[in-house]
């Protein structure tokens, strides 16, 4: 069955930088577009971005353009969200996620890894 | 891009039928029809219940079902049931090439 493992998070000072990985199994991961998603305590999901199945394409939400890079290794089955200069307001659970066929949409999420970013 | 606009909350009895909308701008859903709808229960991952608008993933119950009409999205829960209970988000691509979620929906079953 499809399997999202995340790891990487932890507290992190502002300003300071943290990488995520995500590894996927239990399908071909490398025919996916992923996502990130993040959600903050207490609120609702906010897409973070997503990187295409060969990796030549990627959007990101505008809270984190121009600070995060996503990016994935098929041969390993594995996602990363690099996250650079980070805030408060960038704490919370990331999840990764599987695309259906169809890019647009999550399918199949992650247990979610915490980020706190706190001095 | 500003989230789309849910109720905070919607309740009803075992058995009948709420409806949920979902409310956004000539940027987002009311020019696409990349609309889905997602179930989260406290401390659990979101769950894909409608894409497309109207369409449902595989092991979803067809007790769910979702529309539009013009800015408005709406998703239907039909035969209410206790497991129903839980937080629903809506989604929409945007005008940017990017995704927003609604403000989330708070389902209680009485």
């Known amino acids: 069955q499809v399997q999202l493992v995340e790891s990487g998070g932890g507290v992190v000072q502002p300003g300071r930088s943290l990488r995520l990985s995500c590894v996927g199994s239990?399908?071909?991961?490398?025919?996916?577009?992923m996502h990130w998603v993040r959600q903050a305590p207490g609120k609702g999901p906010e897409w973070v971005g997503l990187?295409?199945?060969?990796?030549?394409?990627?959007y990101y939400g505008d809270s984190v353009k121009g600070r995060f890079t996503i990016s994935r290794d098929n041969s390993g089955n594995t996602l990363y969200l690099q996250m650079n200069s980070l805030t408060a307001e960038d704490t919370g659970v990331y999840f990764c996620a599987r695309a259906l066929s169809s890019a647009w949409y999550s399918a199949y999420w992650g247990q979610g890894t915490l980020v706190t970013v706190s001095s | 891009q500003s989230a789309l606009t849910q109720p905070a909350s919607v309740s009803g009895s075992p058995g009948q039928s709420i409806t949920i909308s979902c409310t956004g701008t000539?940027?987002?859903?009311?020019?696409?029809?990349?609309v889905s709808w997602y179930q989260q229960h406290p401390g659990k991952a979101p769950k894909l219940m409608i894409y497309?608008?109207?369409n449902r993933p595989s092991g979803v119950s067809n007790r769910f079902s979702g529309s539009k009409s013009g800015n408005t999205a709406s998703l239907t829960i039909s035969g209410l049931q206790a497991e129903d209970e839980a937080y629903y988000y809506c989604n929409s691509y945007t005008t940017s090439s990017t995704l927003v979620f609604g403000t989330g929906t708070r389902v209680t079953v009485l």
């Open positions: 239990g399908f071909t991961f490398g025919i996916y577009t």
């Open positions: 000539s940027s987002d859903l009311g020019v696409y029809n990349y």
């Open positions: 497309d608008v109207t």
């Open positions: 990187i295409s199945d060969d990796g030549t394409r990627k």
